[in-house]
């Protein structure tokens, strides 16, 4: 068995920017995406931000020879965007929706209105089982201040709790997407530690693109050039990660980003840019001890930052709880006052000089708004607060047996 | 290896009905399950609907002796409810919120605000990996317009995945739970075939308690009478699955439920029954292939049942979205109608008999908090939608799978 010649497994990245009558020269870049797919004829294509499905179905019309395989995960009120390509069948699938994802008050944002997602393709490759997994995470608009932080950590910990959950099976384990992480952030490297996925950039062999692996770059004639100021050569928030698990090693043979332009044409692809990795996966001599019973020593560390973070954002939550608490009380009051004063005017006991007709029904109108979405915005907060608190339950759960096994070694 | 003594486990299984100023004589009952929890000493406890956090607190301080391990999983707006006491480090654990669950609207039920879930323990005992599931799936209220019933096979089926991505590394897989199901209906059905779950009451070799299992009886005096009506015996909605993976095999020695009242007492636990399930969980002379390659023949019908009642509340939710556009819509015209009036008596072109500026306010009132509520709700039977079609699709790809399997048997 040994002698299995390896597998070699070339899987194409990107981050589509495909929002219908928003996102620039739409059209173009999805045929342009499809041209390439089909012409390249990769192992694996895991897309995201195709919120269209008419986009998808164009996509699978087009790739039907090269790809016969093919699938999109549905979340949220415009869908996840996720979607994948493949040339091998796929076998099953499973979709695991972050438990938060912004607010849907934070329209200019939208991603509450994507149902972030990780989902998983199980698919069999010349007889090696391949979980494949393709996420995005919340974006990261103000790094400085960046008030989704404690939302990307949480649904970093929920990626890499649901990896190792739903892995166990697998040979071989994959997992691209934008991440709307650099790489040195905590959420990134939590996953990485607790999953112990490996990076392609990181690990590869040859590499050819853009400087550091970036892949939202200022070359990029798509991209908001304000926003990489800080960053000169661009920042590095699409990756593609993998391990091989018991039988199986796997290794990055080249790594390839786009830079700026789509190969041999004036526009790129998107406003990121593409990744293309060549994974050789190889049986291995002697199966390997199952991860679970290695611990990185960094790993308390990591999980000890994260829930730091956690707990910030469980402040925030309870003090926007908190005031969408008090908004609906003051709402609920002045009704209460209005309804009084009406009916004291109905009974006769009009005051000498009545409040205006006109300005009391505009002000109750007011009130009603006001007390509807307190009242909706605190019930959201409260769910906030529930799944920040289990989360930071889990997170002391997992370090406490982090330390017991440390101290076991 | 084969002549390790047989592992015995005595679980105990109980939807404890303990919420806040609405549950009957919940401080006493809570205090009577927690003292028959210590005396007993099960090895693991799995209740339900424990839905204040202070009552578990108490139970937890209570039973920290004979169950030094214990996980309350925190979700939606009042907490899953699900908790779980063991006797055994639990090494992890992880929550799965099936993504329907209700409606926010549907106040007299409450199910959405409970944020159902089912949450997964990873516990090892004397060496064997045991894979401990808790849920509680979404109610049904009327058995014959049943409104809910697509929600709840869309959550069985989310059980049934959810189980068989996250068990691959277990020896012995346990589920416990008020399913909310009948033993002949679809939503179980699909989960025990999909599984391969063994039911404890079908295979148990002694059976003690209430006739044909039941764990909701009418001799039980905070059930309600007019439901059990049809069913002069009870129903059986609470259950204790389990099954064997890989070396292990499980058989269920006995199965005890109460009778209405708690034993010796003159109350019961609850308004269900409890469940106790004591399993013999023996080591296999040779491994058994991978339950993933048998296919049960009746499964594929199975999938075909439960994906029609998908669709049947696909159509429902189609047509309640529509409603809530229509209605969007109309109050958005009335609005703008209204504006132009006001418009147009602001510059002078008064209509001989104005409309009273007071029924106008109120109008408008009533308009503003209509096109609010129908927008939110348009956006929540959008996020069903998607979500009822993609586990349309789900099916679809599983029978797929299932017919080309069985076609090449």
């Known amino acids: 068995m040994d002698t299995d010649p390896p597998l070699q497994l070339r899987v194409f990245d990107l981050n589509c920017w495909a929002i219908r009558y928003l996102s620039k020269l739409r059209q173009e870049r999805i045929g342009l995406i499809g041209d390439t797919l089909s012409q390249e004829g990769f192992d694996l294509a895991l897309l995201q931000e195709v919120w269209s499905e008419r986009d998808y179905c164009e996509l699978k019309q087009k790739l039907t020879a090269p790809y016969p395989y093919s699938h999109y995960f549905k979340s949220g009120v415009i869908g996840s965007g996720l979607c994948v390509f493949s040339r091998y069948p796929i076998l099953d699938t499973f979709l695991y929706q972050y438990s938060l994802n912004g607010y849907p008050y934070m329209l200019?944002?939208?991603?509450?209105?994507c149902g972030k997602a990780v989902g998983l393709l199980?698919?069999?490759?010349c007889g090696i089982m391949c979980h494949v997994y393709v996420t995005h995470l919340h974006a990261e608009y103000c790094r400085d201040k960046d008030a989704y932080l404690p939302h990307r950590v949480v649904q970093a910990w929920e990626?890499?709790?649901?990896?190792?959950?739903t892995s166990k099976g697998a040979d071989v384990v994959l997992l691209g997407g934008d991440l709307n992480m650099h790489p040195g952030d905590v959420g990134i490297r939590l996953l990485r530690d607790w999953t112990g996925l490996r990076d392609s950039f990181a690990d590869t062999e040859r590499f050819e693109g853009c400087e550091d692996g970036c892949t939202l770059?200022?070359?990029?004639?798509?991209?908001?050039?304000?926003?990489l100021q800080p960053f000169p050569l661009g920042i590095r928030i699409d990756y593609i990660l993998y391990k091989g698990?018991?039988?199986?090693?796997?290794?990055?043979?080249?790594?390839?980003?786009?830079?700026?332009?789509?190969?041999?044409?004036?526009?790129?692809?998107?406003?990121?840019?593409?990744v293309t990795a060549t994974l050789c996966v190889k049986r291995r001599e002697e199966a390997k001890a199952s991860s679970g019973s290695a611990v990185e020593p960094g790993l308390v560390d990591v999980v000890n930052e994260a829930r730091t973070e956690v707990r910030v954002g469980l402040h925030a939550a309870e003090h926007q709880r908190y005031s969408n608490g008090r908004m609906a009380i003051l709402a609920l009051l002045l009704l209460l006052l209005q309804a009084a004063m009406g009916l004291s005017s109905l009974v006769g006991w009009d005051s000498p000089q009545p409040f205006p007709k006109f300005s009391f029904s505009l002000l109750s109108l007011l009130a009603t708004v006001?007390?509807?979405?307190?009242?909706?915005?605190y019930v959201f907060h409260t769910i906030e607060v529930r799944m920040l608190q289990g989360t930071e339950e889990q997170m002391r759960l997992a370090l406490q047996a982090l330390q017991d096994k440390l101290s076991s070694m």
Do not use: R
Not at 217 to 227: G, H, L, Q
Not at 245 to 274: R, W
């Open 108 to 113: 200019q944002h939208g991603d509450w209105f």
């Open 122 to 125: 199980v698919i069999k490759i």
């Open 159 to 165: 990626l890499a709790q649901f990896i190792q959950h």
């Open 217 to 227: 770059v200022p070359a990029n004639c798509f991209t908001v050039k304000e926003e």
């Open 245 to 274: 698990l018991s039988h199986f090693v796997v290794k990055c043979d080249s790594l390839v980003t786009t830079t700026g332009t789509a190969p041999g044409k004036s526009i790129p692809y998107s406003d990121h840019e593409a």
């Open 370 to 377: 006001v007390l509807l979405l307190s009242m909706v915005l």
